[in-house]
């Protein structure tokens, strides 16, 4: 039998007595003849602590010292699953990220992986070894080590799978796999037994919360097949997969939704060429990523433009756009942070029209508002008052998905 690779998330590793059940987890699979590489993530918490020691020292910490620190937590958590997996008489071997040599650029905390050394691992593995890779962590050209991103842990288990050629990546987290919503707001929310690599990607940048984006783009780019499945409970979870004919059968795959966006609105911009590119180039070399744009123009030559970025960067966005305001001539700037995205996703949409239709039918019903629509292939999100998040959730699992699922 082949090779597979195992993430465990921070959860999964929070205490000894967890570390202890994983080991015996790893150990059973190993006795199966499998060959297994092991990713895990800090032991859940650690990273904010760790971020927060930080943060006392300096409000803005140097990012390659900050690197350095936040790398700490996940070599703790390797360390100690090593010495389980020793303990129950199965050899193992911890390596750190540049140990490994995973190569990534140097973008301190947010790095992207280049190369992976796979000759370290694979003498390990010769050894009989479980070799147990620290996630989220790299090394640059230099030698300075990097991180690759919050839940960058996923991405190493995956670009790891990618670059050995592995059967599966398996993401061992505390949820049984994905949902066609949160559970936590549509109760009767199923589990996928298939998603397309495609329809994650959307799912993840738009609030879920289940697999890091990047890792998913990784996995597609690939072609890894990536199993999102529980520690704790021992049933198949969700497989992520190439799309294929069947899936179109299925309009709508999941429904998601995002607070974490806020609104500004640029009021009556002079309508002529060259605008938004004088609005958006400052806000893109402050390295702010912009989601939604729209842009309505009115008979009087004015225009309305509203985008959306990330809550936390707003104030900085906002006191960007003040800056431009008089070079551009605008009237003025709105800011509303209490919005939220909900998004509709299912690659069913390419070949079936009336989704928007439906789905903005089902809002009205509801007396919610639409302020934003965006759309992608495969994709349909809405800006709507935050208070109507769950209610909008709700209504939109119940018309598309409803008691049907598709497990
Ligand atoms: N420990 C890191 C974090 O908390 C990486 C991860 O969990 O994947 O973001
Ligand atoms: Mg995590």
């Keep these: 039998m082949g090779l597979l690779v195992q993430k465990y998330g921070g959860t999964s590793v929070q205490t000894i007595e967890r570390i202890k059940q994983v080991a015996e987890k790893i150990r059973r699979a190993k006795v199966a003849g499998r060959d297994l590489v092991v990713v895990v993530s800090a032991m859940a918490g650690e990273t904010n602590r760790l971020l927060s020691l930080a943060h006392e020292i300096s409000e803005i910490p140097d990012e390659r010292e900050k690197d350095v620190l936040l790398a700490s937590g996940e070599q703790v958590a390797v360390a100690l699953l090593s010495l389980a997996l020793k303990e129950l008489g199965q050899p193992a071997r911890s390596l750190l990220g540049h140990q490994v040599r995973i190569e990534t650029d140097n973008a301190y905390g947010k790095a992207c992986i280049r190369n992976i050394d796979s000759t370290k691992i694979l003498q390990s593995l010769k050894a009989g070894e479980v070799v147990v890779?620290?996630?989220?962590?790299?090394?640059?050209?230099?030698?300075?080590?990097?991180?690759?991103?919050?839940?960058?842990?996923?991405?190493?288990?995956?670009?790891?799978?990618?670059?050995?050629?592995?059967?599966?990546?398996?993401?061992?987290?505390?949820?049984?796999?994905?949902?066609?919503?949160d559970p936590g707001i549509c109760t009767d929310a199923k589990k996928l037994a298939r998603i397309s690599y495609e329809e994650m990607i959307e799912l993840a940048s738009s609030g879920s919360k289940v697999l890091e984006i990047r890792?998913?783009?990784?996995?597609?780019?690939?072609?890894v097949p990536v199993h999102v499945r529980s520690t704790f409970v021992d049933v198949e979870g969700t497989w992520l997969v190439k799309e294929d004919a069947s899936m179109d059968d299925v309009l709508v795959s999941g429904v998601s939704c995002d607070k974490n966006e806020a609104k500004l609105t640029l009021l009556r911009v002079p309508d002529r060429p060259g605008l938004a590119a004088q609005v958006f180039g400052p806000i893109a070399d402050a390295h702010i990523v912009v989601d939604m744009i729209i842009q309505n123009a009115s008979d009087d030559g004015t225009t309305d433009l509203t985008f959306t970025v990330p809550k936390a960067d707003h104030k900085k966005a906002l006191a960007i756009v003040e800056k431009t305001l008089p070079a551009v001539n605008a009237q003025g700037v709105k800011v509303d942070t209490d919005i939220a995205k909900v998004s509709v996703v299912g690659v069913g949409m390419r070949t079936h029209a009336g989704v928007a239709a439906k789905m903005f039918e089902v809002l009205g019903r509801e007396g919610i508002n639409i302020e934003m629509i965006s759309t992608s292939e495969i994709k349909i999100s809405v800006v709507i008052d935050a208070k109507y998040t769950e209610l909008a959730m709700r209504v939109l699992h119940d018309a598309f998905i409803g008691n049907q699922g598709n497990v």
């Design 215 to 223: 890792s998913v783009e990784f996995a597609k780019k690939f072609s």
């Design 133 to 181: 890779v620290a996630g989220f962590q790299g090394v640059d050209e230099d030698d300075n080590i990097t991180t690759l991103g919050r839940g960058g842990s996923d991405t190493s288990a995956v670009a790891l799978a990618a670059f050995l050629n592995a059967d599966a990546c398996e993401i061992y987290t505390d949820v049984e796999g994905v949902f066609t919503a």
